[in-house]
């Protein structure tokens, strides 16, 4: 049973260029969660998903993010026109569908993206 | 807002003693508190849950308690050894049930 994935695993783009970072959940998983996590600062929470639904991307900056997770395939976080302070780990979490929404989540490896 | 915070950024024990590890939080009453491990370069690993009418809660070498009294949680790994060593993170969803807050983390380091 294959955990969450995360591609690609390292990212280097240069000012101005898109970043693109996709997520597969867990097999079952229907809630997607993406998490920043910057040098020396704890994981920040961006935005939550589920399948074609944004349900809360209260931590995602207004502009040049973006998150979707269509009725098929991955969930995928883009990041446009990027700056050198979009230099991050980026994680993506899964959790499965359950009336107690207080689940655990299950990380990926994560993205590291870096901006030249 | 919720805040959390995780008072050690460091803690270095050797290996056989017990590790304690703070957790306080503010603003919010959560029903549930969680803790994860994360090694250098991986994600954060599920580790514990514990619930609001829940005193302590333990999984082999592990315990957490949940004080909501004081709104503070601690996490005990007893025989710790150096593969132990790690950044333990503190997590508890918002009131909206939507996201994580994670703590800043305290990174364990267990010496032999």
């Known amino acids: 049973n294959a955990g969450v994935m995360q591609n690609p695993r390292h990212l280097v783009r240069r000012r101005g260029q898109e970043a693109r970072l996709r997520c597969s959940p867990m097999?079952?998983?229907?809630?997607v969660y993406w998490y920043r996590q910057l040098p020396e600062e704890g994981l920040k929470f961006m935005v939550y998903l589920q399948k074609e639904n944004i349900i809360d991307e209260s931590g995602m900056p207004k502009e040049r993010f973006s998150a979707e997770f269509p009725k098929e395939g991955p969930s995928i976080l883009r990041i446009q026109q990027v700056v050198r302070g979009d230099s991050a780990a980026y994680f993506c979490a899964s959790s499965p569908p359950a009336a107690d929404s207080y689940n655990e989540q299950f990380f990926g490896p994560g993205t590291r993206l870096t901006v030249l | 807002s919720q805040k959390i915070e995780q008072n050690s950024e460091a803690l270095n024990i050797q290996e056989g003693k017990t590790a304690t590890l703070t957790c306080n939080y503010t603003n919010y009453s959560p029903a549930y508190l969680q803790w994860y491990r994360q090694d250098p370069g991986r994600g954060p690993v599920f580790l514990l849950l514990?619930?609001?009418?829940?005193k302590e809660k333990r999984k082999e070498r592990l315990k957490v308690t949940f004080d909501t009294t004081l709104k503070q949680s601690l996490f005990h790994i007893t025989a710790s050894q150096p593969a132990d060593s790690a950044t333990y993170l503190c997590a508890l969803y918002n009131q909206a049930g939507t996201a994580l807050i994670f703590g800043k983390g305290t990174t364990l380091s267990v010496s032999s």
């Open positions: 097999k079952g998983h229907s809630h």
């Open positions: 514990i619930r609001e009418n829940e």
